[in-house]
């Protein structure tokens, strides 16, 4: 079992080109490698691995197959950081008796385990070296399917291999000086379990409540998923208010903020740079 972390940026498909020839325009960076993704996602007709905010795949990756489990985590500075099982497969089988020792091996009935929605798209990678840090960058395009249905998938990943997390970060705020991005906190595997009808998310912290930074990144990726206008009482936004003003990002704020309150949709304000700079800016605790 491992742990990852990694910053996620869903982008238009237009500006993947942009954001790569940008990557490799800076210095200690480098071209990895260009890799064509098949996943199958697997849970009960219950949807039981869902409820518990675990999600199960196996990937083909080249002639290689890798079964992988992993729990949702938390949100740290904007970053995912969840637990993370792989096995290598000799085919496309799933191995029940890999799950045994994880913490779906006694709470699913593993028997009850079928395909539910697949992601498949292609992953050029770039590596950052700097200093002590190594970054692995993956570029994604492609689409995820389930049930007759699919939705666009282009993405740009961060994710930390060695060193210091606030490099993750340093270079997401860095790409957004020069592309549109959007700070996802919704993950490839809710998006298909969405399109799948297995999955519904709640946003906000509930009426009263006052947002934390997570609630309200939260809440702009679950009406970028499901289409639906943010709901914000300004009486509720007094952190991200002050942490706007601190980290010298009010104007996006009061942009931001100003446009959701017109019933602008969070997709149509991602097209811009202004969402994705004021999300990073005030993502770091």
């Keep these: 079992m491992a742990q990852e972390l990694e910053i996620k940026l869903s982008v238009a498909k237009p500006d993947l080109d942009r954001a790569v020839a940008w990557l490799l325009g800076q210095p200690n960076t480098?071209?990895?490698?260009?890799?064509?993704?098949?996943?199958?996602?697997?849970?009960?007709?219950?949807g039981d691995l869902n409820r518990q905010k675990t999600?199960?795949?196996?990937?083909?990756?080249?002639?290689?197959?890798?079964q992988t489990l992993k729990t949702r985590g938390e949100f740290v500075d904007?970053?995912?950081?969840?637990?993370?099982?792989?096995w290598p497969l000799i085919g496309t089988k799933l191995k029940m008796g890999l799950l045994a020792d994880t913490p779906v091996g006694q709470s699913v009935n593993l028997a009850e385990l079928k395909p539910v929605f697949e992601t498949n798209f292609e992953r050029r990678v770039?590596?950052?070296e700097q200093g002590a840090s190594l970054i692995e960058v993956a570029v994604d395009s492609g689409e995820i399917k389930a049930g007759g249905q699919s939705r666009p998938l282009n993405e740009i990943e961060f994710e930390l291999k060695a060193g210091d997390a606030s490099a993750l970060l340093t270079w997401a705020r860095r790409l957004a000086e020069e592309i549109p991005v959007?700070?996802?906190?919704?993950?490839?595997a809710e998006q298909g379990y969405f399109l799948a009808g297995l999955y519904q998310p709640i946003a906000g912290a509930g009426a009263g409540s006052e947002l934390?930074?997570?609630?309200?990144?939260?809440?702009?990726?679950?009406?970028?998923?499901?289409?639906?206008?943010?709901?914000?009482?300004?009486?509720?936004?007094?952190?991200?208010?002050?942490?706007?003003?601190e980290r010298?990002?009010?104007?996006?704020?009061?942009?931001?903020?100003?446009?959701?309150?017109?019933?602008?949709?969070?997709?149509?304000?991602?097209?811009?740079?202004?969402?994705?700079?004021l999300q990073l800016a005030i993502a770091a605790g």
């Design 212 to 245: 934390t930074v997570n609630d309200f990144l939260f809440s702009l990726s679950v009406s970028w998923l499901t289409g639906q206008p943010v709901h914000l009482d300004d009486d509720d936004l007094g952190e991200i208010r002050h942490l706007a003003a």
């Design 78 to 86: 904007g970053a995912h950081r969840r637990q993370e099982w792989e």
């Design 30 to 46: 480098r071209e990895s490698e260009t890799l064509q993704l098949g996943n199958t996602y697997y849970d009960t007709p219950a």
């Design 182 to 188: 959007f700070l996802n906190l919704v993950s490839k």
């Design 248 to 277: 010298g990002v009010e104007s996006l704020y009061q942009q931001v903020t100003g446009s959701l309150a017109q019933g602008i949709a969070v997709s149509d304000l991602a097209s811009g740079k202004e969402l994705g700079q």
């Design 55 to 66: 999600a199960l795949r196996i990937r083909k990756m080249g002639d290689r197959f890798i």
């Design 126 to 128: 770039v590596m950052i």
